[in-house]
């Protein structure tokens, strides 16, 4: 699986996915895990802080997901259509902020 | 948009919204163009003239109107918020039902001029994104590296947040997590007054803090990113095609707009916390349950105040 969006914050890094669509359900969230979400706002930025890296379905470059990861260094990609439903909780991925890119790491091994 | 935004706040939003844009935006692109007119003598020239000038104009000096007015009107108006937050209980229901439509001018009014700073603080960013390839000669140091590394108050917010949870004796640590609250507490996830900030949500609160405790401080990241500037900054000077001091300047205007945007989403609804307690404290006055209260229009429920 390989989903192609827009390139909000540079770098790259592999981590846990974790689809959270609310604030109020981030019990699993661990530090360093991926962040998938529809959008972000300024309430989630202490989650955002502690992700390594960021995926939205909505959004551009200087959407709020782009410009809070680019601030604090995590990779980004934003605006894939339906990425809280193409990506599972729990799998693992990889996420490129340079390019635009989320793949699925397992998938890309076997 | 729920019911209640729709009738209680939306209607203040426009009515800013109208009279920001006559009294600043129209007024001054008038001007501009009227000047043009009377130079080229061409009304369709004059016009969008008119227009691109006032853009300009606003892109450098919005920022001195929204620091030494804007700013300081609103905190003159939270501060009235609150102060009328502290008596609550001592206003009649129809004292109370004034200072709610009073609370919401003020947070409209907020909304309106505080969000008008968008125009300069993503416009700046906007055109230094356009002429970056142009300037620089090479393209290998993305544009927003030499963006990054600035204090503003989302980062102040977490820094806070972080600091809380690093505290290890429980009381101390409730007694600095109220304090965050009430002054980082009124976020949202957007414009709707049925939404509850963050402030509201002890369970998103409570594992918010339980992930800071484990995460490197935001001060750290901000240090790190003030680095990462500074050397994207020497790499971009030896590339530049024009001089190195009218580049310079140019970078800081939108290094200072980009920060000013990143304060601004923390003051424009910084009242919300207060808006939404008084309408839970009128609901409840009135016998209407919470559940209730932000599908039902502003009138329906001054309608019940009165019965």
Redesign the interface.
Known sequence: MQLRGRPA??GEVTGTARVILS??D??T???GDILVTIAT???????M??AGGIVTETGG??S?AA??S????IPAVVAIPDVTKKIKNGQVIRVNGTQGLVEDVIWNKS | MSQMEKTLRLPYLIDFAVKLFFTRAISTWFIFGFIFWLLLHNVFASVVLGLVVFLVWEMFFLSVWYEKTVLPQHIIRMDDIKQFFRKLNSYSTPNLIDQVEETVKKSAWSIIYIGYMALPS?GW??VF?ILYPFLVSNKSI?Y??L???FH?K??E??QK??EVSQEKDFSTQKKQLEHYLEEYGS????LDIALP??RE?P??IE??LA??K??PS?KS??E??EI?RGQSMKQVEKQLRLPASVFNWFVQIVQKN?AL??DR??YE?QADYYLRQMLLHLAKRINIPEDKLFEMSWKEVKNAAQR
């Open positions: 914050s540079h604030l109020d981030i019990g969230f661990k530090p706002s300024p309430a989630w930025t202490p989650l802080h502690a470059t200087l709020h410009i809070v680019r601030e604090y260094g | 993503w960013e906007i994104k993305p927003q590296n963006l990054i590394g503003n989302t980062i917010a977490d947040l972080w976020r949202v996830d957007d900030t963050l949500r369970k998103a594992s918010l992930l800071s484990l995460s935001p990241r901000l790190s990113a990462k980009v945007r990143e989403r923390y609804f």
